[in-house]
């Protein structure tokens, strides 16, 4: 069972739409790291966290310690968000090394 | 202030060629990571490094897979006789320090084909 687990694997949206893509992790973590991913692209940073709540533009992230989850919403979406979200956790101690959810694949529909 | 550079950013080898995969990290920036994303999967962490130094290379394949990260230059992946298991794309991302609360900056990545 991978430590960190995203859903949906897949989402499809019409433009406009409130977009929510959720992340559980089995392990304790320093920090939770929201990473962007576009088709054969490079890796964006989109939020780094270790609590509560961050924005950013139309971005938003949330992260719950206690209960090891954490959401990335996209309000008013748009065709140019899509692409692969992706879910890494930071395990703390000396090491920082990133474990990876497998990511959700977002479309935004026109 | 540059981003961390990789290159090249793409690379086709032969099967039991030698592939060279440089990273250089943002400036200021004195920790390295590489990670792997083969085909259809998520990224797995490789390895860590700190200049001169190899902090963890839990995630390296005990095989023909070596890192370094010199005083002076790039970082270097290096993998030898190099197979088509290890067509993937190569990230590197650096920080300013190991420690908890410092952002990962990706690079670009380099794409493996192995042919």
């Known amino acids: 069972k991978n430590e960190v687990e995203q859903s949906p694997q897949n989402l499809t949206a019409q433009e406009g739409e409130f977009i929510t893509i959720n992340c559980s992790y089995s392990?304790?973590?320093?920090?939770l790291h929201w990473l962007q991913q576009h088709p054969g692209g490079g890796i964006v940073s989109l939020f780094m966290l270790s609590s509560g709540k961050k924005k950013h533009g139309r971005l938003i992230a949330t992260i719950n310690i206690q209960e090891k989850h954490s959401s990335l919403h996209i309000t008013a979406s748009h065709p140019r968000d899509s692409a692969v979200y992706i879910c890494a956790v930071e395990g703390g101690g000396s090491n920082y090394k990133l474990t990876f959810g497998k990511g959700t694949l977002l479309t935004v529909n026109p | 202030n540059a981003g961390v550079m990789q290159n090249p950013r793409h690379l086709v080898r032969r099967r039991g060629q030698e592939a060279r995969l440089r990273c250089s990290p943002m400036k200021g920036h004195s920790h390295v990571y590489w990670y792997r994303q083969l085909p259809e999967e998520g990224l797995k962490f490789m390895v860590y490094?700190?200049?001169?130094?190899?902090?963890?290379e839990s995630g390296m394949p005990k095989e023909r897979f070596s890192a370094e990260f010199p005083k002076e230059g790039p970082s270097i992946l290096r993998i030898q006789q190099v197979v088509r298991g290890d067509s993937a794309a190569y990230f590197c991302?650096?920080?300013?320090?190991?420690?908890?609360?410092?952002?990962?900056?990706f690079g670009p990545g380099t794409r493996l084909t192995v042919t």
């Open positions: 490094l700190q200049k001169e130094n190899i902090i963890d």
């Open positions: 392990v304790g973590i320093s920090a």
């Open positions: 991302a650096s920080s300013r320090t190991g420690s908890g609360g410092y952002e990962q900056y």
